[in-house]
């Protein structure tokens, strides 16, 4: 590897499931500039959100640290848990590069920049567009931020909050960055997340391709479902959906995931334009995935493949030798790498985080994870609803409430249709797979056990109808004071 510091480019997407871009995705789907990346690069096909929710995921990137030990399970405000001392950006930003940031952050409150020498953000776009005088307006179909219905944006493609991120990525590439030190940019997508409303022709692209149908299980919508998971499905009634509107919602789900891969070409034209391609470093993940309707369900929160399991991919600079360019790796990865990965590659070491350097994992000179841990939260934060752990094949999920537990083996069912949690033939893969759990979360402060044991409360007893009249899916629009505007 070279001495000169590479620029560095990190590349997110809001909501986005593994099973949507390179080797696993549907061979109908377009997403040629992801698949350059991977043609260039190291995919993690094992890749994990350890907290399947916005700021959870992104407070994990920004602090290299694991879910259990900065403590955010939910959607709190991110200064609660961070400041600007010890961020990826403020890393970076001592090791001489310029940083900035476009597109969601999920920084609370709103505008907090965490150590960011510049950041713009999706309330930037929908102020420019309120100010246009232009006789349309984005987002004015009346679907809200996590409603799982398709819908056709309001404007044209060109003027879609994806097309201004890349575009102002874009622009700080080529006009806007100190052309005499690295450059550190994290251009974050807001989609697919809700709502699903790709312009044409994305909208289009997919209606009549062969869809996946939704993942049906064995335990969803009997009495073997959790009822921590059955109560979020039935909050937002996502288990009344038709599978007519999920298969259109999965066709508007790929056509904004293609529209962000070609918006994403013209971020790597520009760097192409001023000769910084090839001396890039390149990261693309998102920060938790999307159920879609298996299992009756949809958004995240929980281990399942669908929810948690995320793209992963490390494209090196050209220049560098032992790239492993077109490889996959199939170590356990989480957003907590991202910091050491990055800060290692700049010149610098981040030995006082949780994650690892992945690019000495997936070269063999540091060994992976044993297993990855998971905690998720209705949305709040506080006690978790489930605590999950996986070894790569194997998944063990335990919900406080009841409790309850699931158990998956994933080479024989990866898409968990079959939960063998009272199997006796795997008692004792149940059983190493939660002392796992304990022995993680007693390392990590310990701070949702309860008597250095997972937590247990009985069953709250709520009736279906209250749980459909008691929470709201995210009707909140471009006028909402927090950083979700997608």
Same mark, same amino acid.
């Given at each position: 590897m070279p001495t000169e510091r590479p620029n560095i480019l990190l590349i997110t997407t809001d909501q986005q499931r593994f099973d949507t871009c390179g080797r696993a995705k549907p061979p109908f789907m377009r997403t040629p500039h992801y698949d350059g990346l991977m043609? =260039? /690069?190291?995919?993690?096909?094992?890749a994990y959100a350890d907290a399947?929710?916005?700021?959870?995921?992104?407070?994990?990137?920004?602090?290299?640290?694991?879910?259990?030990?900065?403590?955010?399970?939910?959607? *709190?405000?991110?200064s609660k848990t961070m400041g600007r001392e010890g961020t990826l950006p403020t890393r970076l930003r001592a090791l001489g590069y310029q940083?900035?940031?476009? /597109?969601?952050?999920?920084?609370?409150? =709103?505008?907090?920049?965490?150590?960011?020498?510049?950041?713009?953000?999706?309330? +930037?776009?929908?102020?420019?567009?309120?100010?246009?005088?232009?006789p349309y307006q984005p987002m004015r179909h009346g679907l809200g931020q996590n409603e799982l219905y398709p819908a056709l944006a309001t404007v044209p493609? @060109?003027?879609?909050?994806?097309?201004?991120?890349?575009?102002?990525?874009?622009?700080?590439?080529?006009?806007?960055? +100190?052309?005499?030190?690295?450059?550190?940019?994290?251009?974050?997508?807001?989609?697919?997340?809700?709502?699903? +409303?790709?312009?044409?022709?994305?909208?289009?692209?997919?209606?009549?391709?062969a869809i996946p149908e939704a993942v049906v299980s064995n335990w969803s919508l009997g009495s073997r479902c959790p009822e921590a998971f059955r109560r979020c499905s039935q909050e937002w009634s996502l288990d009344l959906l038709e599978p007519e509107i999920i298969r259109e919602a999965r066709a508007a789900y790929y056509g904004l995931i293609t529209q962000v891969d070609y918006n994403m070409g013209r971020i790597f034209n520009a760097l192409q334009d001023v000769g910084l391609l090839n001396d890039t470093l390149i990261v693309y993940t998102s920060d938790h *995935? =999307?159920?879609? /309707?298996?299992?009756?369900? *949809?958004?995240?929160?929980?281990?399942?493949?669908?929810?948690?399991?995320?793209?992963?991919?490390?494209?090196?600079?050209?220049?560098?030798?032992?790239?492993?360019? *077109?490889?996959?790796?199939? @170590?356990?990865?989480t957003?907590? +790498?991202?910091?050491?990965?990055?800060?290692? @590659?700049?010149?610098?070491?981040?030995?006082d985080v949780d994650g690892r350097d992945l690019l000495a994992v997936a070269r063999g000179q540091t060994p992976g994870r044993d297993y990855l841990v998971c905690v998720g939260n209705n949305f709040t934060g506080g006690a978790p609803i489930h605590m999950s752990v996986g070894d790569g094949r194997w998944k063990y999920m335990y919900y406080p =409430?009841?409790?309850?537990?699931?158990?998956?083996?994933?080479?024989?069912?990866?898409?968990?249709?079959?939960?063998?949690?009272?199997?006796?033939?795997?008692k004792a893969d149940k059983a190493r797979l939660r002392a796992a759990l304990l022995d993680h979360c007693r390392a990590t402060g310990g701070r949702w056990l309860r008597n250095n044991d997972l937590p247990a409360v009985p069953l709250a007893g709520d009736s279906v109808a209250d749980r459909r009249n008691s929470n709201w899916p995210g009707y909140h629009g471009e006028h909402y004071n927090v950083d979700v505007r997608h």
């Amino acid at each position: 590897m070279p001495t000169e510091r590479p620029n560095i480019l990190l590349i997110t997407t809001d909501q986005q499931r593994f099973d949507t871009c390179g080797r696993a995705k549907p061979p109908f789907m377009r997403t040629p500039h992801y698949d350059g990346l991977m043609h =260039e /690069g190291i995919e993690f096909t094992r890749a994990y959100a350890d907290a399947p929710i916005c700021v959870a995921a992104r407070i994990g990137i920004m602090t290299g640290r694991y879910v259990g030990s900065h403590g955010e399970n939910g959607n *709190g405000p991110t200064s609660k848990t961070m400041g600007r001392e010890g961020t990826l950006p403020t890393r970076l930003r001592a090791l001489g590069y310029q940083t900035a940031a476009v /597109g969601k952050m999920h920084f609370g409150p =709103e505008r907090t920049r965490h150590g960011f020498d510049e950041m713009l953000l999706p309330a +930037d776009y929908y102020n420019q567009m309120t100010r246009s005088g232009l006789p349309y307006q984005p987002m004015r179909h009346g679907l809200g931020q996590n409603e799982l219905y398709p819908a056709l944006a309001t404007v044209p493609e @060109a003027l879609t909050l994806t097309s201004w991120i890349a575009e102002q990525s874009a622009q700080y590439i080529r006009e806007r960055r +100190d052309p005499t030190v690295p450059f550190f940019l994290w251009t974050s997508f807001s989609k697919p997340h809700p709502p699903l +409303d790709p312009p044409e022709p994305y909208y289009s692209m997919y209606r009549n391709s062969a869809i996946p149908e939704a993942v049906v299980s064995n335990w969803s919508l009997g009495s073997r479902c959790p009822e921590a998971f059955r109560r979020c499905s039935q909050e937002w009634s996502l288990d009344l959906l038709e599978p007519e509107i999920i298969r259109e919602a999965r066709a508007a789900y790929y056509g904004l995931i293609t529209q962000v891969d070609y918006n994403m070409g013209r971020i790597f034209n520009a760097l192409q334009d001023v000769g910084l391609l090839n001396d890039t470093l390149i990261v693309y993940t998102s920060d938790h *995935g =999307e159920l879609l /309707g298996d299992h009756a369900s *949809g958004c995240k929160r929980f281990f399942h493949e669908g929810s948690a399991h995320i793209p992963f991919l490390l494209r090196l600079p050209k220049s560098w030798s032992d790239r492993r360019h *077109g490889s996959t790796c199939d @170590a356990l990865a989480t957003h907590a +790498d991202i910091l050491p990965t990055l800060v290692s @590659a700049a010149g610098g070491e981040a030995s006082d985080v949780d994650g690892r350097d992945l690019l000495a994992v997936a070269r063999g000179q540091t060994p992976g994870r044993d297993y990855l841990v998971c905690v998720g939260n209705n949305f709040t934060g506080g006690a978790p609803i489930h605590m999950s752990v996986g070894d790569g094949r194997w998944k063990y999920m335990y919900y406080p =409430e009841g409790p309850a537990e699931q158990l998956f083996d994933l080479a024989v069912d990866p898409t968990e249709q079959h939960d063998l949690a009272d199997e006796p033939a795997h008692k004792a893969d149940k059983a190493r797979l939660r002392a796992a759990l304990l022995d993680h979360c007693r390392a990590t402060g310990g701070r949702w056990l309860r008597n250095n044991d997972l937590p247990a409360v009985p069953l709250a007893g709520d009736s279906v109808a209250d749980r459909r009249n008691s929470n709201w899916p995210g009707y909140h629009g471009e006028h909402y004071n927090v950083d979700v505007r997608h």
